[in-house]
């Protein structure tokens, strides 16, 4: 089985944007804001929809592109699945700021993080990857 994707990555107020999984082999865990494209969505288009369901942002400004084929062994819960999980993922800028949503498809929140304080088992790989393709924040760009 394979499933296809596209997220993005950021910072707000010097924490990572992330969102806690409802459902799905993730379930509980942290993840990235993205998910599958429609019917002839080009990646830029998946981006910037996903991230407006599931984050409340606009005006995304994607900084690089990065593919990703990560062998999803178990879900969250131990069960095996032995599942490809591929995909794109963009560093962006956005226009505005994370909106506080619940409970929107497979999101139960998003939350703001700090990657240093989190148990790796409690991130999803793309969210480890994003962790290290992104440069720490300084204190006085906010970025």
């Not at 944007?17 to 998946?46: F, N, Q």
């Not at 690089?64 to 995909?87: K, Q, Y």
Request: charged share 20%; hydrophobic share 40%; proline share 7%.
């Amino acid at each position: 089985m394979s499933h296809y994707g596209i997220y993005g990555a950021w910072w707000q107020d010097g924490a990572l944007v992330t969102i806690r999984k409802s459902r799905g082999p993730y379930l509980g865990m942290l993840d990235l804001p993205g998910g599958s494209p429609e019917a002839a969505e080009t990646p830029i288009e998946t981006l910037e929809r996903e991230l407006l369901e599931e984050c409340g942002v606009t005006g995304i400004n994607v900084g690089s592109w990065h593919r990703f084929d990560f062998l999803v062994e178990f879900t969250s819960a131990g069960a095996p699945l032995n599942e490809h999980h591929r995909g794109l993922l963009a560093l962006v800028e956005v226009a505005t700021p994370v909106t506080s949503i619940r409970d929107v498809e497979d999101v139960a929140a998003v939350e703001l993080i700090d990657p240093n304080n989190h148990e790796l088992s409690e991130l999803t790989p793309a969210l480890r990857l994003a962790i290290s393709l992104l440069a720490r924040p300084t204190p006085s760009t906010g970025r």
